[in-house]
């Protein structure tokens, strides 16, 4: 998939997964702010949630998910050990 500009905006992974380029980062969010904004960024269109264990914030990156309406199916989580 491109953009406006011909850019691509999917990075293809192997097994041909196409992930979205450009994610939502919840660092160094954390309560109803990483909630809030996981949820909205959903809504307006995002389907790419960057997060790692080291945040801390895996509770509330899930409960926007959640939130935000959209089916879990369609959101790629990328976490970092």
Not at 39 to 68: C, K, M, P, W
């Amino acid at each position: 998939m491109s953009d406006a500009k011909g850019q691509e905006t999917e990075v293809v992974a192997p097994g041909g997964v196409r992930i979205p380029k450009i994610g939502c980062g919840t660092f160094p969010m954390r309560g109803r702010e990483c909630v809030e904004i996981v949820a909205e960024a959903l809504r307006q269109g995002f389907r790419h949630i960057d997060t790692a264990q080291g945040y801390d914030n895996e509770a509330e990156v899930g409960e926007g998910i959640e939130q935000s309406g959209i089916p879990r199916e369609d959101i790629f989580v990328t976490t970092k050990v």
